[in-house]
């Protein structure tokens, strides 16, 4: 095989692989389209938690009026998130 042949059939070999990977990111893109609102949902969570720590006063203003007009909904909430660190302690420890 000529170095001619060689160049000819490695810019045949290139031009089939970029095909390949046009065809491929179009159909990525078609699969990743049914993703976008789980990503527009991730995305606005993490807005949310920029904003809260962006404003900590706001969130602890809020924390004490929802505390003063209805401690038994902290009361509940305490509990729920001491529950879950508990559990997350024991699921870390391997027991």
Known sequence: ?????????????KQALLLDCASQRQQFAQYAAGLKPLFAGADRGIEMAQWVRQHPLAVAACSAAVF?????????????????????RTLRSGR
């Open 68 to 88: 003063i007009l209805r401690p038994r909904f902290f009361w509940r909430l305490g509990l729920r998130g001491l529950y879950l660190w508990r559990l997350a």
């Open 1 to 13: 095989m000529s170095m001619k042949q060689r160049q000819l059939a490695l810019a045949l070999r």
